[in-house]
Structures are given as structure tokens and as C-alpha cells.
């Protein structure tokens, strides 16, 4: 798997970040989307498609 962001598409809603915390952050300053693990093992995959899945800004891709 590996994840990709868009920065310039993300509203900052945080969605991805209550959904998987050790793959998504966001910044201080404007909440918009970090992306900490590209390419996270495979317990995390679920969580990361559904992350990716409730964006509401489809800021994030997935490739399997």
C-alpha cells in the first residue's frame, strides 16, 4: 500500500487523523494534512482506506 496527500485539496477536518493517527497528522498552524508513514504495514490498512474514504476534500489516494 502506499498513500499519497494532496496539501493544496486538504480543509483541514482531521478526519484522517482520528481515523489513523500514526499515518496522518496535521500541521499547527492551519491543521492541514501531514502525512507521516507513505507506505504503512498492513494492520494499518483498513484504517488508512477508510481515512481516505471520509475525506471530505478526497485529499488522499491510496495504491495497493
Not at 4 to 28: H, I, W
Not at 32 to 45: F, Y
Request: charged letters at 30%; one cysteine or more; aromatic letters at 2%.
Amino acid at each position: 500500500m502506499k498513500v499519497t496527500v494532496d496539501q493544496d485539496k486538504c480543509v483541514g477536518s482531521g478526519q484522517c487523523v482520528l481515523t489513523s493517527e500514526a499515518v496522518f497528522d496535521q500541521r499547527d498552524e492551519d491543521g492541514i494534512v501531514v502525512l507521516l508513514d507513505p507506505t504503512p504495514p498492513e494492520e494499518l490498512a483498513e484504517d488508512v482506506r477508510q481515512a481516505a474514504a471520509i475525506c471530505p476534500a478526497a485529499a488522499i489516494t491510496v495504491e495497493e
